[in-house]
């Protein structure tokens, strides 16, 4: 993984269940199950803050949408935020809206 390339030295995390540093993100992503992957959606950026809006499988037990939120720095990832929430079926939603894929809301309206 291009930690060096992509992350400041001084990486600031502000989730509370990692600890801080670059190298305590590197050994995270060793030992990541295969099965987790992250499908990135909407992205946002404005200045030197970059928002993206995505889901992610297999990280808890259930699909997770997460908004994660980055403070870049002369092209590094120096600061990050994130939130977190299982992801609920287009058809558990009172709304009945897909969380993340606008697409989802739509096969099922048409179902």
């Not at 897909?98 to 179902?111: I, K, L, N, V």
């Amino acid at each position: 993984m291009p930690l060096r390339r992509l992350y400041a030295d001084d990486y600031i995390q502000h989730n509370p269940n990692i600890p801080q540093g670059r190298d305590v993100l590197r050994r995270l992503v060793e030992i990541l199950s295969p099965s987790v992957h992250y499908e990135p959606g909407l992205i946002i950026a404005e200045g030197d803050l970059v928002a993206i809006h995505g889901r992610i499988w297999s990280w808890a037990d259930e699909p997770q949408i997460v908004v994660d939120i980055f403070r870049v720095e002369g092209s590094k990832l120096v600061e990050h935020w994130d939130v977190l929430q299982n992801e609920v079926p287009v058809t558990a939603g009172v709304a009945g809206l897909a969380m993340f894929d606008p697409e989802e809301s739509a096969s099922r309206a048409g179902q």
